[in-house]
Structures are given as structure tokens and as C-alpha cells.
């Protein structure tokens, strides 16, 4: 089944839905950074729920909205992050893709290790307007799903369910990977709060319910759901040798400088996508001119 997300509202437009097929996402995920069981597990769920979160932006004209999810927990891991549009696309990272954690008890893959428990998680939200919304909370479980649900409690006040739901195989190849969000909006009562819980956990793991994310929602939703938009999905970057060299811009004249230096020595200046691991070789012309770009902008502002 290709991957692709569904998202509408349910009990009368009071609860929001998203769910994911994501497996093909997580398999190019492995097949770019080459992590461990663990880590593909820990990055998979990752992705998973930015797309899930993204699913809740309203998509609009102009700059498009994103959605970034950053993980930094103090595992052997390191720093994590993910970036989804609600026009299906997601990219993400893991600074050491090599990190180990051993099994749990009954035989689990311990992502709550590799990731760790002493961090935080930060949700910053694009809506495409320059005035981006960050939110920090303290990491629960370093398990994600837990984690994300609690942020949307306690930081955005909206009651939530996540499931992340990913099968990786012994060899690595990743067999399942999916996901699935409800947020209670204002009017649901606890009793529907409580019949709402009671099928999620009916439901049980999305690779084992059979299916896909349409089918996920009608079993949660037996009266109907409403406002059903279905979105293809898909790993997407978007680095591009115009954004490497913007990179450069930034880093300033002394950077750029010494960069240069070294390529007129012989040493290329060669930079690497994090998301993709594209390289980029700049050439001297192009740091010349990218160190020009920065002296003269310094300089205007220096007259002004």
C-alpha cells in the first residue's frame, strides 16, 4: 500500500483524526542514514509524527506551513529531528544513526534508551506567516508517542491520543511503519472520552489491525467521519546547491574565508545535507563570491 495520510473529524466535528501509512518513508529513512534497529525504530516513529501533527496544520496559499519536531533526550542517539508539511512530504535526522541500547525484558527494542529520558521535546509550528510557535516540554517516556500526546495536553491544552506503531526485522528492513492521532476538541464529554480511549486500545497495533488508515478511523468512529482528505506521503529534502549557498551566507565572512583558503590549497569545500547526505562541492568562484555577498552586506549595514 503506497504511504499516505487521511485526516477529518469525528463524534460530530469535536475530535480531530490523522492517521499514516508511512512504511516506505521509514524504509528510505534507513536506506539514507543507515541506523541501527533502534534507531530506525526511533526515527521512523519520529517522522511518522510529524506528518501526524502536520496533518493538523490548515494548509493555505503562499508559503506553505510546516511543522518540526526536535528530540533531545541525552541517549547515545543524540539530537533528533523531523520536518512535515501537510502536503505529505517529511524529512529527518539522527546525529549518531549508529547508537545501540539493549533490549527490554520481554524482548523490545528500547527506543526510550537510545533516545533518553533526561531532554526535552520542542514542537515549533510554521503556519507560512514568519511567526513560528515553539513549545518545549520535558520528555515523558523517550519513547515518542507518549511523549508527543503529553505535549499536546500540557502545552497546547488539547487532550490527545498518539499511537506509533513500527516493525523492524531482524536484518533491518522495516516490515511496518504507521501512525495515528485523535485530539479532543472543546464539547467531547468523558464518557465519549473514555469509549474513544477503550477502541484505541481495541485497535491495538496498526500492523497488526490490517488495513489502512481509513479503515483504522471507521473502526474508531462508528457513527461516521467527517471531512475525509486523503494526502500521499513521501521523504522529502529539498536541499538544493542555491540553499548551500545561502547556508554559507550565514556562517559569516571569517568562516567563509577560511573555507576558502583551504579550497585554494587544495582542500575541496564539500558540504552535507544532514536530511538527505547529498554532497555539495562549492567551488573557489562560488565562495569568492558568497565572501563578496557578505562584506558588501556588512558594509551597507555599517553606512546605515
Not at 113 to 127: A, K, N, Y
Request: aromatic share 4%.
Amino acid at each position: 500500500m503506497r504511504d499516505h495520510l487521511v485526516r477529518g473529524l469525528g463524534l460530530g466535528g469535536r475530535v480531530r483524526a490523522v492517521a499514516a501509512e508511512t512504511t516506505t518513508v521509514a524504509q528510505e529513512l534507513r536506506r539514507i542514514h543507515e541506523p541501527t534497529r533502534t534507531v530506525t525504530t526511533a526515527l521512523a516513529r519520529l517522522a511518522t509524527g510529524a506528518l501526524l501533527l502536520a496533518g493538523s496544520l490548515e494548509k493555505v496559499t503562499g508559503r506553505e506551513p510546516m511543522l518540526t519536531l526536535e528530540v533531545d533526550g541525552g541517549g547515545p542517539a543524540g539530537r533528533m529531528f523531523a520536518t512535515a508539511s501537510p502536503a505529505g512530504w517529511v524529512r529527518a535526522f539522527v546525529a549518531n544513526p549508529g547508537a545501540t541500547a539493549a533490549s527490554t525484558e520481554d524482548g523490545r527494542l528500547d527506543v526510550g534508551s537510545v533516545i533518553g529520558r533526561e531532554g526535552h521535546l520542542s514542537v515549533t509550528r510554521d503556519p507560512g506567516n514568519g511567526r513560528p510557535y515553539r513549545g518545549v516540554v520535558p520528555l515523558f517516556t523517550g519513547e515518542i508517542a507518549k511523549d508527543l500526546a503529553w505535549y499536546l495536553t500540557e502545552s497546547e491544552q488539547s487532550p490527545a491520543a498518539v499511537v506509533l506503531s513500527v516493525s523492524v526485522e531482524h536484518h533491518g528492513e522495516v516490515s511496518a511503519a504507521s501512525g495515528l492521532l485523535l485530539q479532543l476538541l472543546p464539547g467531547v464529554s468523558e464518557e465519549e472520552a473514555r469509549e474513544l480511549t477503550d477502541r484505541v486500545h481495541e485497535l491495538g497495533s496498526l500492523a497488526d489491525a490490517g488495513g489502512g488508515p481509513a479503515d483504522w478511523l471507521e473502526a474508531l468512529f462508528s457513527d461516521g467521519f467527517d471531512d475525509v482528505e486523503s494526502t500521499a506521503v513521501e521523504f522529502r529534502c529539498g536541499c538544493s546547491r542555491e540553499r548551500v549557498l545561502s547556508a554559507l551566507r550565514l556562517i559569516g565572512a571569517r568562516e567563509v574565508g577560511g573555507v576558502l583558503r583551504d579550497a585554494e590549497r587544495g582542500t575541496p569545500a564539500v558540504m552535507t545535507c544532514e536530511f538527505c547526505r547529498t554532497s555539495y562541492e562549492v567551488s573557489i568562484p562560488e565562495l569568492q563570491m558568497v565572501l563578496e555577498e557578505i562584506v558588501a552586506a556588512r558594509l551597507r549595514s555599517s553606512v546605515n
